[in-house]
C-alpha cells in the first residue's frame, strides 16, 4: 500500500513569507503528526492530530500550525517565516494497533532566505 | 516518556552483527523500548520494539536486560545500506493519549565498511 507522501519535496522561501506543507497518511490511518529536523536540534515533535483534532502539541510558537481533514490528509502551516525555521519537516501517520508504530514520509525540506 | 542514552557513533564491517547499545536507566513499568533508524535525508523508519521479553523481526533483533534499564539492538549482517543514525525511544505503547509523539535522542551514527 502506499506510503506517507508529502508534498512539496524542496522549497524555498523568504523571510516574512509563509508556507504551507502537505501530508498524505497511510489510508486509514487516522492519526498524523509533525515532526522539525535540524542540525543543531534534531527531530523535535510539533504537533499531532487525530480526527481532525490536535491532540498534542510541541514547544514551538504560535506561528506554527497545523489541521487536518475529514479525510485524515494534514497541512501544517509556519507564517512569518524566520531564517531559523529552514529545516526538514517530517509527517508521519499512526494507525490504531497495539503496536502503536509511526510510518514517516521523506520530508518536506525547507529553506528560508 | 524515559530517557535514553545512546553511543554517538559506531562502526561496523559490512557483513559482521552490528550492537548498538541503549542505555534507559529511568524506564518504567508500562513503557517499551523501540528502535528507528534513518537513513541520510529520509524519514525515520521503524525497526523493532518490545517490553522485556527478546524480540525479532526480519530486520533486527532486540535483547532487553532483565532489569529492563538497557537494551541492545542487532543488526546480524551488516550491509552498507544499514549505515544510518539509529534511535533508541522508550515510550508507552497503546492506548495512552500520545500515539504519534516521540522523543528522539541524538542517536549513534552507525557507519558500515565494505
Known amino acids: 500500500k502506499a506510503g506517507v507522501t508529502q508534498t512539496p519535496r524542496y522549497l524555498i522561501k523568504t523571510r516574512g513569507q509563509q508556507v504551507t506543507l502537505s501530508c498524505s497518511p497511510i489510508?486509514?490511518?487516522?492519526?498524523v503528526s509533525w515532526y522539525q529536523q535540524t542540525p543543531g536540534q534534531g527531530l523535535q515533535f510539533l504537533f499531532e492530530?487525530?480526527?481532525?483534532?490536535?491532540?498534542n502539541k510541541g514547544n514551538f510558537p504560535g506561528r506554527f500550525s497545523g489541521r487536518q481533514f475529514s479525510n485524515s490528509r494534514s497541512e501544517m502551516n509556519v507564517s512569518t517565516l524566520e531564517l531559523g525555521d529552514s529545516a526538514l519537516y517530517l509527517c508521519?501517520?499512526?494507525?490504531?494497533?497495539?503496536?502503536?508504530?509511526?510510518?514517516f514520509g521523506a520530508g518536506s525540506r525547507l529553506t528560508v532566505l | 516518556d524515559a530517557k535514553t542514552t545512546q553511543p554517538p557513533s559506531m562502526d561496523c564491517a559490512e557483513g559482521r552483527a552490528a550492537n548498538l547499545p541503549c542505555n534507559h536507566s529511568t524506564i518504567s513499568g508500562n513503557e517499551y523500548v523501540y528502535w528507528y533508524r534513518q537513513i541520510h535525508s529520509q524519514g525515520p523508519q521503524y525497526i523493532i520494539h518490545?517490553?522485556?521479553n527478546n524480540e525479532t523481526n526480519e530486520m533486527a533483533s532486540l535483547i532487553i536486560t532483565e532489569d529492563r534499564k538497557s537494551s541492545t539492538l542487532i543488526l546480524p549482517h551488516a550491509t552498507l545500506r544499514d549505515t544510518a543514525v539509529y534511535y533508541c525511544i522508550v515510550r508507552i505503547n497503546a492506548g495512552g493519549t500520545s500515539y504519534g509523539k516521540l522523543t528522539f535522542g541524538q542517536g549513534t551514527i552507525l557507519t558500515v565498511h565494505p
Open positions: 508521519a501517520s499512526s494507525g490504531h494497533s497495539g503496536a502503536n508504530v509511526l510510518t
Open positions: 492530530y487525530f480526527s481532525e483534532t490536535q491532540r
Open positions: 489510508s486509514g490511518h487516522r492519526s
Open positions: 518490545g517490553l522485556k
